[in-house]
């Protein structure tokens, strides 16, 4: 099939368009992005270690009726996928990814405690949840789509970012993604929403390969986010994708991502 060389572009431009252009030095925007680039990287980590861990757990009869209840971190250099017993008292299996996120490095499945570590992170994260859970905050979840949970420790503070997931072909699911900042004991202090709802990048086009993906952000989000790079990290090679664009009215710049080379490029090209 011939493929197309297709940008999506999923956005208003009007408002935003009209605002003040916000300043920021070559150095300065090298420097954010290089944050959001290791972040985006580890995102992926944590996310590429929980879909190989369920989809093997999925097929083992020890858990497969327990496969959903699991949890990810990060553990001296290592990502550590957890599943839990029904009462989620105890571990009963481990799956651990250091180099390579196709496959997990050890795998343990036998029944033990958790450990204080564990502990500590699963109570953060329901307490987060359950703040979320009391309605205060603008979260949708659309038809078709599921929400993925990523804990990470932020010095004495932790952060817990909401991407969607989907199992739709033909689709990388960009965007109704959210960054809460919750102190040592759970409680949420300051949140955000990165777009302003869910950006569907389709794979294929009146029958024809996409082979490039592009959207833009509002003035509240400047920049590629970690959420993008990681949702095109795990989807892309589905697609054989390699680049995905947006572009920022807020900067007048384009931003693109390569997988291949794991980098982003900066354009001040405005896209029509």
Not at 19 to 30: N, Y
Not at 78 to 84: E, Y
Not at 151 to 161: A, D, Q
Not at 176 to 185: G, P, Q, V
């Amino acid at each position: 099939m011939k493929k197309l060389s297709l940008l999506v572009l999923v956005s208003l431009f009007s408002s935003v368009l009209l605002a003040q252009k916000i300043e920021m030095s070559e150095t300065e925007l090298k420097t954010k992005l290089d944050s959001v680039l290791v972040e985006g990287n580890l995102l992926y980590r944590y996310e590429k270690s929980a879909w190989i861990s369920t989809d093997l757990a999925r097929e083992n009869p020890v858990l497969k009726e327990g496969f959903n209840r699991y949890f990810t971190y990060e553990d001296q250099g290592q990502i550590k996928v957890i599943f839990f017993s029904d009462n989620f008292q105890s571990c009963t299996a481990e799956y651990v990814f250091e180099n390579n996120f196709d496959k997990p490095k050890s795998v343990k499945i036998e029944k033990r405690e958790l450990s204080e570590k564990e502990k500590t992170l699963f109570e953060v994260r329901n307490k987060i949840l359950e703040d979320i859970g009391e309605n205060k905050y603008d979260i949708t979840i659309p038809q078709g789509y599921g929400p993925n949970l990523i804990l990470l420790p932020f010095g004495e503070k932790y952060k817990l970012y909401i991407i969607m997931g989907t199992s739709q072909d033909n689709v990388i699911p960009f965007g109704n993604d959210y960054l809460f900042i919750a102190n040592k004991d759970g409680k949420i202090e300051s949140w955000e929403k990165f777009h302003s709802r869910l950006i569907p990048g389709y794979t294929r086009n009146e029958g024809k390969e996409v082979v490039e993906i592009m959207h833009s952000h509002l003035r509240t989000t400047p920049l590629i986010t970690a959420t993008d790079i990681c949702t095109f990290m795990l989807y892309a090679p589905s697609y054989k994708m390699d680049k995905f664009s947006i572009y920022s009215p807020a900067i007048e710049k384009s931003m693109e991502y390569s997988l291949k080379n794991n980098e982003i490029t900066v354009s001040s090209e405005i896209i029509p």
